[in-house]
T-cell receptor, first 115, second 110 residues
Framework: DADVTQTPRNRITKTGKRIMLECSQTKGHDRMYWYRQDPGLGLQLIYYSFDVKDINKGEISDGYSVSRQAQAKFSLSLESAIPNQTALYFC??????????????FGPGTRLTVL | AQRVTQPEKLLSVFKGAPVELKCNYSYSGSPELFWYVQYSRQRLQLLLRHISRESIKGFTADLNKGETSFHLKKPFAQEEDSAMYYCALSVPGTGNQFYFGTGTSLTVIP
């Protein structure tokens, strides 16, 4: 879905560096999620947000932080990157729909390599 | 804890053959189950969800609460079905946290 963008698409960084991954969406989704994808492990939830100023930890939040600056933007930060954070990172907004199932709309992903 | 298991990492079938991708979950309540697909060089996208009871691209999946399964099936596989498939579970009341399986890579052999 071209309405969800992630920047950068690829990034190589060094151990100890701070890095920020950005996600933007244009459809007014109120909920936003950050996942990492590792071979053989599937997708693991890092953080999610129901609205601006509402942040929740996922399964693997250690070593990460997030910021929901506006409804349309949800940033993921690695304060001090380490090699085992090398992965493919996905942002996935969704709507808060009580009556219906919640579909997540995935961004194109950011491939991060930490040397 | 909620967990999704996809026992097959790799699955190969011949074109025209039936295909079944297995998904089992552990949750005692009434979850929502989904299948997501990721074609080569494309982002993940929703294939189908159990509450819709729909058939997308010839695929169907039935939620079996007794066996806690949500297997994805297609009677006649096509080459364009080759992709990575993820089963996902969403638990109502948890802010709709999603739990994904480890994925199954399907290859349809011409």
């Amino acid at each position: 879905d071209a309405d969800v963008t992630q920047t950068p698409r690829n990034r190589i960084t060094k151990t100890g560096k701070r890095i920020m991954l950005e996600c933007s969406q244009t459809k007014g989704h109120d909920r936003m999620y950050w996942y990492r994808q590792d071979p053989g492990l599937g997708l693991q939830l890092i953080y999610y947000s129901f609205d601006v100023k509402d942040i929740n930890k996922g399964e693997i939040s250690d070593g990460y932080s997030v910021s929901r600056q506006a409804q349309a933007k949800f940033s993921l930060s690695l304060e001090s990157a380490i090699p085992n954070q090398t992965a493919l990172y996905f942002c996935a907004p969704s709507f808060n729909m009580i009556a219906e199932s919640n579909e997540q709309f995935f961004g194109p992903g950011t491939r991060l390599t930490v040397l | 804890a909620q967990r999704v298991t996809q026992p097959e990492k790799l699955l190969s079938v011949f074109k025209g053959a039936p295909v079944e991708l297995k998904c089992n979950y552990s949750y005692s309540g009434s979850p929502e189950l989904f299948w997501y697909v990721q074609y080569s060089r494309q982002r993940l996208q929703l294939l189908l969800r159990h509450i819709s009871r729909e058939s997308i691209k010839g695929f169907t999946a039935d939620l079996n609460k007794g066996e806690t399964s949500f297997h994805l099936k297609k009677p006649f596989a096509q080459e364009e079905d080759s992709a990575m498939y993820y089963c996902a579970l969403s638990v109502p009341g948890t802010g709709n946290q999603f739990y994904f399986g480890t994925g199954t890579s399907l290859t349809v052999i011409p």
